[in-house]
């Protein structure tokens, strides 16, 4: 079994700074892309950012120069700092990960979500 658990949500005033964080773990053999992605409500699913296992990014247009991912390949982890943030920033976060498993079996996994409040 794979899971991914995302923490770092929370409540912040516009301008403010998060950072989210997402682990994962289990029956991992290896990570290729990992990212996040955002439903505000009443919204569809919209991707926010990507990070392949080289380094490789890529951005959702609204978040371009606010919001950098990163990740730890050593501990499955991958991190998305957010600043100057806005309130149309406001949604749940879900972490994606394409993961291949120790019998060899792909298939993309997500996280439960945290909740980003951005307040005016």
């Known amino acids: 079994q794979v899971q991914l658990v995302e923490s770092g949500g929370g409540l912040v005033q516009a301008g403010g700074s998060l950072r989210l964080s997402c682990a994962a773990s289990?029956?991992?053999?290896?990570?290729?892309?990992m990212g996040w992605y955002r439903q505000a409500r009443g919204k569809q699913r919209e991707l926010v950012a990507t990070?392949?296992?080289?380094?490789?990014?890529q951005y959702g247009d609204s978040v371009k120069g606010r919001f950098t991912i990163s990740r730890d390949n050593a501990k499955n982890t991958v991190l998305l700092q957010m600043n100057s943030l806005k309130p149309e920033d406001t949604a749940v976060y879900y972490c994606n990960a394409a993961i291949i498993t120790r019998t060899y079996y792909a298939m993309d996994y997500w996280g439960k979500g945290t909740l980003v409040t951005v307040s005016s």
């Open positions: 289990g029956s991992i053999f290896s990570i290729n892309a």
């Open positions: 990070i392949t296992s080289g380094g490789s990014t």
